[in-house]
C-alpha cells in the first residue's frame, strides 16, 4: 500500500514542480511562503482524469487536500527530514537508478532489441560441451581447450554424444549436457548467439562465454509457441474436508460430471479453490512457455491444440487441477513486444555492447585523448601480483593524465586505482595488457561518474524528475514515520479506538451448512429427501454417485451469503432448506446452525481497525498542522481560478 502512496506523492509533486511562473497571482500561503494559482489550476487539470473520487473534482475539496499536501511538506522541511542519512541514501540510490535510462546507446540498443525479437519466434533445441577456463588464462592454455573441443567435436560426429557424455563429463572442469528447448535471454548472449547462428544439425566451432569455451550442437528448430489463454478447476492439495473426499476423488468427481455434460464454467464457480478465477468460470490472464512457476500446467496448457479442449486431471505442486483451452495467440508484434524487449537488453549479458558504445560516446561528448600508459606498464612487476606493489619514490602523481570536460584526472589517480586493482589478485598476466584493461575500467568508471553529477545541468528532463522525487520521498517519509508506523505500533491507542468504535465492526449472518450440488433436479430431490433423513454427504454420495457417475458434489463449511456455493436469494434457516436453480444447476443445503449478526473480535477486526485509524490519526494530525503554520487564502484569486476551471 505504502508503495502506491509514494506514487501518488511523487505524481502530486511532478505536476506541481512543472507549473509556478513569474506572474503568477499568489492563491494562497503557508506560514508566509506563497502557493501561486498557475500551479494549483496544472494540478487540478492533470488531476481530472486520474481521480475516481468525484469530491475530488469539486475545486473546493481539491484545495483542501493541496493545502493539506503543502501543509505537510512544509512540516517535513522542519523536522529536518530531507537531512537523514536514510533519506540522502535513498535519494542518491533512485538518482543513480534513474541515471542509467539516460546513459545507453538507443542505436546499438534498437539493433539488439531486434535481434532479440527475431529470436524470440524460434526455440532451439541442444546440447553442448562445457570446458571451464579462467578468463584470464595463457594464450597457450586457452589454445589447448580451444583444439580439445575441435577434437571432441569430431568424437561426437563419429561415435555419437551420449559416449562422450558418458566419458567427459564430470560436472567440475567438463560438462555434456542436453539443454532442452530453449529461446531469447535464456542462455547468456554468447551461447545463444552460438546456438542462433549454428545451423540445424550441425555443431558450432568452440566459442568462448564467462563460464569457459563451448561447442554447441543444436538438434531441432521449431516456432515459439506463443500465449495461452486457459481455464481451470483447482482442488487445494491440503483439503480435509471429510464429506468432499480426498483431493483426488473430488477432481476426479468434476471430471466425471464434465463427462457427463456438465459446463466446465458452471462447476469452477461452484467448486475450484482458486478463488481468483473461480467467479470467472476458472478462466486465467494468457501466458507464454515459462511465465507460470508450475511447469506441469505450462505443459499440460501447451498440450491442448483445440479450443474448447479440456485435460484429464493432473496433479502440480499446488493441487489438482482440470484445464481447458480458451484461445491460442502467436507471439506477439514487435511493437507489442519492444518495451518488454528493451528491458530485458539492458539486463541482459548483451548490456556490454551497449556500455561500450556509451563509453565511445562520453569520451567524444568530453574530448577524453587516451593517453599513452607505457610508463604505468614499465611501473608493474612480480610485486604486484603479490599484492606488495607501490609506486615508485620518483612518480608524479600531480602530472596530468586526461581530461574529462572541465575535471582533470592526474597520474595520481590511475596509480591510485591501480593499487586497488592488485587488492583483487588479478590472475598473472602481460604488464601492458593489465595496464590496458585497468586503464578501460579507470576511464569508463571515471566518465560515468562524470555524466552522472552533471546529468542535471546537461538534461532538463532528468532534472524535473529528480526534483519531483526529492519531495515524494520527502512526504512518504513524514506520513511512515508520524502516521503509518505509529499507526500500527500503538497497540493501546489502536485498542482503544476498536473499544470506542466497535459497532463498525460486525460479522454478517453467517450459517454452518452442507451444500449439495447437481445438474438434475430429480437427483437434487433425492438428495433433500436423504438429508431430512439425517443422512450424511458420503452416505448420499454412495447411494446416488454411482456406476462410474458423479450425481452430486457436497460443499461445507461456514458461509456468508456470498458464498460462491449459494445464491443471491438463499433463506438463512436451520435445517434442510428448499431447492434452488443455481448456476445452471440445483443446489439444496443443510444448514447446521445460523450464527447471526455479531461484532468481531479485536483481532478479527484488527487490519481494518488500522486503516480507520490511520485515517483518524491523519486528520487530527492535519488539524494540529493548521495551527501550526498559518494558512493564509487570496479569497480574489481564488474566485477567478474557479472562473477559470469552470469557464
Given at each position: 500500500m505504502?508503495?502506491?502512496?509514494?506514487?501518488?506523492?511523487?505524481?502530486?509533486?511532478?505536476?506541481?514542480?512543472?507549473?509556478q511562473s513569474t506572474n503568477d497571482r499568489i492563491l494562497f500561503t503557508v506560514d508566509g511562503q506563497p502557493v501561486y494559482t498557475s500551479e494549483f489550476e496544472r494540478v487540478f487539470k492533470k488531476n481530472l482524469d486520474l481521480v475516481k473520487d468525484e469530491s475530488q473534482k469539486d475545486i473546493d475539496e481539491y484545495l483542501k487536500l493541496f493545502i493539506n499536501y503543502k501543509l505537510k511538506l512544509r512540516e517535513a522541511k522542519a523536522l529536518g527530514l530531507d537531512e537523514k542519512e536514510s533519506y540522502k541514501k535513498e535519494l542518491e540510490s533512485y538518482k543513480n537508478q534513474l541515471a542509467s535510462g539516460y546513459l545507453?546507446?538507443?542505436?546499438?540498443?534498437?539493433?539488439?532489441?531486434?535481434?532479440?525479437?527475431?529470436?524470440?519466434?524460434?526455440e532451439i533445441e541442444a546440447r553442448h560441451v562445457l570446458i571451464r577456463l579462467d578468463g584470464n588464462a595463457s594464450p597457450a592454455d586457452t589454445l589447448k581447450v580451444y583444439e580439445k573441443l575441435l577434437n571432441i567435436k569430431d568424437r561426437i560426429k563419429n561415435e555419437g554424444f551420449e559416449k562422450i557424455q558418458k566419458e567427459l563429463h564430470d560436472g567440475r572442469t567438463i560438462f555434456a549436457e542436453d539443454l532442452g528447448y530453449f529461446s531469447a535471454f535464456k542462455m547468456v548472449y554468447n551461447f545463444e548467439t552460438a546456438a542462433y547462428n549454428t545451423p540445424l544439425g550441425e555443431i558450432s566451432q568452440p566459442f568462448k562465454t564467462r563460464f569457459g569455451y563451448h561447442i554447441v550442437e543444436v538438434l531441432n528448430k521449431r516456432k515459439a509457441r506463443g500465449s495461452r489463454k486457459v481455464g481451470h478447476i483447482m482442488i487445494l492439495s491440503n483439503q480435509k474436508e471429510e464429506a468432499q473426499g480426498t483431493p483426488e476423488e473430488r477432481i476426479n468427481d468434476i471430471y466425471q460430471k464434465i463427462q457427463q455434460g456438465e459446463e466446465f464454467e458452471t462447476l469452477a464457480k461452484q467448486f475450484s479453490d482458486d478463488k481468483s478465477s473461480a467467479n470467472n468460470g476458472g478462466k486465467l490472464a494468457p501466458f507464454q512457455s515459462g511465465e507460470l512457476s508450475s511447469p506441469e500446467f505450462e505443459e499440460q496448457a501447451f498440450t491442448l491444440t483445440e479450443i474448447g479442449q479440456i485435460s484429464k486431471p493432473f496433479k502440480s505442486q499446488f493441487g489438482w487441477h482440470i484445464v481447458k483451452l480458451y484461445e491460442i495467440h502467436p507471439v506477439e508484434t514487435f511493437d507489442v513486444m519492444r518495451p518488454e524487449l528493451e528491458a530485458k537488453v539492458k539486463k541482459d549479458s548483451r548490456s556490454q555492447l551497449i556500455n561500450e558504445k556509451v563509453i565511445e560516446n562520453l569520451k567524444k561528448q568530453y574530448g577524453v585523448i587516451d593517453p599513452s600508459l607505457d610508463k604505468f606498464s614499465g611501473m608493474i612487476n612480480d610485486e604486484f601480483y603479490k599484492g606488495k606493489w607501490t609506486l615508485p619514490?620518483?612518480?608524479?602523481?600531480?602530472?596530468?593524465?586526461?581530461?574529462?570536460?572541465?575535471?582533470?584526472?592526474?597520474?595520481g589517480d590511475f596509480g591510485s586505482y591501480l593499487i586497488g586493482v592488485q587488492k583483487r589478485r588479478v590472475p598473472k598476466m602481460e604488464a601492458s595488457k593489465l595496464v590496458e584493461m585497468s586503464y578501460d575500467q579507470f576511464i569508463s568508471q571515471e566518465l560515468m561518474t562524470y555524466k552522472k553529477e552533471h546529468l542535471e545541468e546537461e538534461n532538463q528532463e532528468y532534472a524535473n524528475i529528480v526534483s519531483e522525487y526529492r519531495d515524494g520521498l520527502l512526504l512518504f517519509d513524514l506520513m511512515e514515520s508520524y502516521i503509518w508506523n505509529v499507526s500500527k505500533s500503538d497497540t493501546t491507542e489502536l485498542k482503544n479506538y476498536f473499544d470506542l468504535n466497535k459497532s463498525k465492526y460486525m460479522w454478517e449472518e453467517r450459517v454452518d451448512a452442507v451444500v449439495a450440488s447437481s445438474v438434475d433436479k430429480s437427483t437434487i430431490k433425492e438428495v433433500s429427501k436423504l438429508l431430512k433423513y439425517g443422512k450424511s454427504p458420503s452416505e448420499i454420495k454412495e447411494t446416488l454417485n454411482k456406476d462410474g457417475q458423479v450425481n452430486v458434489i457436497f460443499t461445507s463449511g461456514i458461509m456468508?451469503?456470498?458464498h460462491q456455493s449459494l445464491p443471491v436469494d438463499f433463506k438463512f434457516e436451520t435445517g434442510v432448506s428448499k431447492i434452488y436453480s443455481f448456476n445452471d444447476s440445483y443446489i439444496v443445503a443443510l444448514i447446521k446452525e445460523v450464527m447471526p449478526k455479531a461484532s468481531k473480535s479485536y483481532k478479527e477486526a484488527k487490519g481494518a481497525v488500522i486503516s480507520d485509524f490511520q485515517s483518524y490519526k491523519e486528520e487530527m494530525w492535519i488539524k494540529e498542522l493548521e495551527q501550526k503554520y498559518k494558512v493564509v487564502i487570496n479569497q480574489e484569486a481564488l474566485d477567478q481560478v474557479k472562473k477559470e476551471l469552470k469557464g
Open positions: 505504502m508503495k502506491y502512496l509514494l506514487s501518488f506523492l511523487v505524481m502530486m509533486v511532478s505536476l506541481v514542480n512543472r507549473a545507453t546507446d538507443n542505436k546499438v540498443t534498437n539493433e539488439l532489441v531486434e535481434e532479440a525479437y527475431d529470436r524470440t519466434q524460434y619514490d620518483d612518480f608524479d602523481a600531480s602530472k596530468p593524465l586526461v581530461k574529462i570536460g572541465k575535471e582533470r584526472l592526474t597520474y456468508e451469503k456470498n
